[in-house]
């Protein structure tokens, strides 16, 4: 199972704001959550790390975040969420083989943070390491929750909460949806490893598993560090759980197989694993185990509509001509910079900045012929129509799976509890029966009240609705690609039709002066 960058949002509701700075620049006990100390009692600080503030003038973050719950009134009471963390990990090869450094995810963490939370006093801070020594360079991107100025509203942005002054940030699902997206477009931009955040990227780890984890790789670690005293080589650095190794072997079969059946075969085959397929759902059972594991529980992609999907997806797979990476930049303006009292080194760095942007801003022009400026403009205008439209097909087909899931769910409720509401009509004790079966009656209720709400008069098979589940998501999975591939041309377009305009109004004052 191949890594990727991922994205994590914690709300706080911590009034202190400098525990959020200290914890960012300062050594914890990763199982208690601790400051360590050093022999005089101080607190250790972090060996390694990158951190900057934006939107708090000349203040701490912590002073900008007080005074802007003062100034609006806001945030006084325990049970208000005072600051949001937003953690972008990337993935542990980025470094070796795309050249990722700390400040090349610090540069990415503060545009991703300008571009998504403006008005929000920030901290924005990279460290070189995850837990257990996994070698991810990551990115803590911390928010104070009220936003000091009204700031553009963008497409994504629904409600006047999310671009009004003195509003409090709110992490909806619309909201994650399109930063994981922007995540996902951050890595392709910036030539990291990546995956499609919104499809079935999410794994089921419980409480339980996670500290097995922990205490594993724990273990794991003395282990390697007493081979490596005696002079042997360890031969696990990571250690995973029986969980985490189950996974890697179904998705390693699942990437391959091409129907149910191939499927299941493959996966006794190469693992001795048995699948079986039951009320709907698909349940696993590893070698040496007695007990059946339910695939949902394992994680999204495992759920069977994914799987089945997956499976048709495969038999469709076609190879996919690669989508032209042309970079290009933006243009500098070289006189407001000077301005600022920058050398003439910086002038003559400027320069050639500007001459190599624009020579790829004229070869991608050449390129698809569109050096015409009427040529240009109908161009973006065809691909702004496009890009609308992918994204309203895909936000369709992202409802309809929702609607077809959450049908799913009742009907199995409906199904299984419906003898149970039968029998409450005949019981000799109504309220004691009641009592007994709260739980079966609850749901039994839930799901007739779905029903009449969506006009639901005749139950469709859940075999014709996990079909159709599968269909919806191979659409989805075309159109998303290629809403991704209109909005990257859109945009090198865009700035390029800039960068021509720009140049220009540089080269008017010059020919004024000559």
């Known amino acids: 199972?191949?890594?990727?960058?991922?994205?994590?949002?914690?709300?706080?509701?911590?009034?202190?704001?400098?525990?959020?700075?200290?914890?960012?620049?300062?050594?914890?006990?990763?199982?208690?959550?601790?400051?360590?100390?050093?022999?005089?009692?101080?607190?250790?600080?972090?060996?390694?790390y990158l951190l900057d503030t934006l939107e708090c003038g000349d203040f701490s973050f912590?002073?900008?975040?007080?005074?802007?719950?003062?100034?609006?009134?806001?945030?006084?009471?325990?049970?208000?969420?005072?600051?949001?963390?937003?953690?972008?990990s990337f993935d542990p090869r980025d470094a070796a083989d795309n050249g990722l450094t700390m400040e090349k995810a610090q540069a990415l963490g503060l545009k991703f943070c300008s571009e998504n939370f403006p008005g929000h006093p920030a901290i924005v801070c990279t460290h070189p390491d995850g837990h257990n020594r996994s070698g991810n360079i990551h990115v803590h991107i911390v928010i104070g929750s009220i936003r000091t100025r009204e700031v553009e509203r963008k497409p994504y942005m629904q409600k006047p909460r999310d671009w009004l002054e003195g509003m409090k940030h709110s992490s909806t699902a619309q909201t994650m949806r399109h930063?994981?997206?922007?995540?996902?477009?951050?890595?392709?931009?910036?030539?990291?490893?990546?995956?499609?955040?919104?499809n079935g990227s999410k794994e089921r780890v419980s409480e339980a598993e996670y500290w097995a984890r922990r205490r594993g790789q724990q273990k794991l670690d003395l282990a390697n560090a007493a081979l490596t005293a005696a002079g042997q080589q360890p031969r696990q650095k990571k250690f995973e759980t029986a969980k985490e190794i189950l996974r890697k072997q179904i998705l390693d079969v699942l990437d391959n197989a091409v129907n149910f059946e191939d499927f299941s075969d493959r996966l006794m085959q190469q693992y001795g694993i048995a699948v079986k397929e039951s009320r709907g759902q698909l349940s696993v059972l590893p070698a040496g185990r007695t007990k059946f594991i339910r695939a949902?529980?394992?994680?999204?992609?495992?759920?069977?509509?994914?799987?089945?999907?997956?499976?048709?997806?495969?038999?469709?797979?076609?190879?996919?001509?690669?989508?032209?990476?042309?970079?290009?930049?933006?243009?500098?303006?070289?006189?407001?910079?000077?301005?600022?009292?920058?050398?003439?080194?910086y002038k003559r760095w400027l320069t050639k900045h500007n001459l190599k942007v624009m020579s790829q801003t004229v070869k991608l022009l050449q390129e698809k012929n569109l050096t015409d400026e009427d040529a240009l403009n109908q161009r973006i205008a065809e691909l702004e129509t496009k890009y609308h439209d992918s994204l309203a097909v895909v936000k369709d087909l992202e409802g309809r799976?929702?609607?077809?899931?959450?049908?799913?769910?009742?009907?199995v409720a409906y199904t299984s509890t419906?003898?149970?509401?039968?029998?409450?009509?005949?019981?000799?004790?109504?309220?004691?029966?009641?009592?007994?079966?709260?739980?079966?009656?609850?749901?039994?209720?839930?799901?007739?009240?779905?029903?009449?709400?969506?006009?639901?008069?005749?139950?469709?098979?859940?075999?014709?609705?996990?079909?159709?589940?599968?269909?919806?998501?191979?659409?989805?999975?075309?159109?998303?690609?290629?809403?991704k591939e209109t909005k990257e041309e859109l945009l090198k377009l865009k700035t390029a039709k800039q960068n021509v305009a720009s140049f220009f109004r540089e080269e008017e004052p010059a020919q004024q002066e000559r």
């Open 1 to 48: 199972m191949n890594c990727m960058a991922t994205l994590k949002h914690i709300s706080s509701k911590n009034s202190d704001y400098t525990a959020i700075e200290a914890y960012l620049v300062y050594q914890h006990d990763a199982f208690t959550g601790k400051q360590l100390l050093d022999e005089q009692g101080k607190p250790k600080l972090r060996d390694s």
């Open 62 to 88: 912590a002073t900008a975040c007080l005074l802007a719950n003062r100034k609006y009134g806001k945030n006084t009471q325990h049970g208000d969420i005072k600051s949001h963390q937003y953690i972008i």
């Open 179 to 198: 930063l994981r997206v922007e995540v996902m477009e951050l890595c392709e931009g910036a030539g990291l490893y990546q995956i499609d955040l919104l």
């Open 296 to 345: 949902k529980h394992l994680g999204d992609k495992f759920d069977k509509a994914a799987v089945l999907a997956t499976l048709q997806a495969n038999t469709e797979r076609k190879p996919k001509a690669q989508f032209k990476q042309d970079t290009i930049g933006k243009l500098i303006d070289i006189q407001s910079r000077m301005t600022e009292g920058k050398g003439i080194g």
């Open 401 to 411: 799976m929702k609607f077809n899931k959450e049908l799913r769910y009742h009907i």
């Open 418 to 483: 419906k003898n149970v509401a039968q029998q409450l009509k005949t019981a000799k004790q109504p309220a004691a029966f009641e009592e007994q079966h709260r739980a079966e009656l609850t749901a039994y209720r839930a799901a007739t009240a779905y029903f009449k709400a969506n006009n639901i008069t005749k139950l469709p098979s859940p075999k014709k609705l996990e079909a159709e589940y599968a269909q919806l998501a191979s659409e989805k999975a075309k159109f998303y690609e290629q809403y």
